[in-house]
């Protein structure tokens, strides 16, 4: 399991330029900020670091001082985390406005990180975090994930490349949803278990 940012770490967060999100730190620092996936190294030259949407959200969020709450829709590093399916339903109504911050904080670095500035296409870290992405996209767009108790998606890695499969009882809008949202989608059936499961792959044009 991850561990929780160091507050050195915390400060470099903390004082990411606030309209870009870039940072300023050691390499040590800035490595371990991407490993935590808080933040991600731009591919151009100078090869700047900037925060992801869970950099954001740390950035935004006030250090607590115990650990997090049961249920909490958190990460290792207390942090959001988009909902991929079994896991218990979060309490509290600020779960909505947490999702849609992180959403327009996904597209704003689709728009930051995207050769061409766009934003209906997946960027490079969706790409690096395949499950947390369609699940956000999915959880944005107001699916339900599977809890214990009420049926809903599962997003779940797959041995593919480049492609999550996703379960559920509303294979059709999940794959409307992800297609919107820049992703291919495709029905299949699972050989092993004969159940219908959506494939879904991040778009590069």
Not at 65 to 82: I, K, M
Not at 95 to 116: F, S, Y
């Amino acid at each position: 399991m991850a561990r929780p940012p160091t507050a050195a770490q915390r400060r470099v967060v903390e004082a990411a330029d606030p309209g870009t999100g870039r940072l300023r730190g050691t390499d040590a620092q800035l490595a371990a900020l991407v490993r935590h996936g808080l933040a991600f190294r731009h591919p151009r030259p100078p090869h700047d670091h900037f925060l992801t949407p869970a950099g954001h959200r740390l950035r935004e969020t006030e250090p607590e001082p115990g650990p997090a709450s049961a249920g909490t829709p958190a990460d290792a590093s207390g942090v959001f985390s988009a909902r991929v399916g079994g896991e218990e339903a979060p309490a509290g109504p600020s779960r909505a406005r947490e999702v849609r911050d992180a959403w327009q904080g996904l597209l704003e670095l689709r728009r930051m990180t995207n050769p061409d500035g766009a934003t209906d296409r997946p960027c490079g870290w969706e790409r690096t975090h395949l499950v947390r992405a369609a699940a956000l996209a999915l959880e944005a767009a107001g699916h339900p994930p599977m809890t214990p108790d009420t049926p809903g998606y599962q997003v779940r890695a797959t041995p593919q490349p480049e492609a999550v499969a996703v379960h559920g009882p509303e294979l059709g809008a999940y794959a409307r949803t992800l297609e919107s949202a820049g992703w291919q989608c495709g029905e299949y059936t699972e050989a092993r278990t004969r159940t219908r499961q959506l494939l879904a792959s991040p778009r590069r044009v």
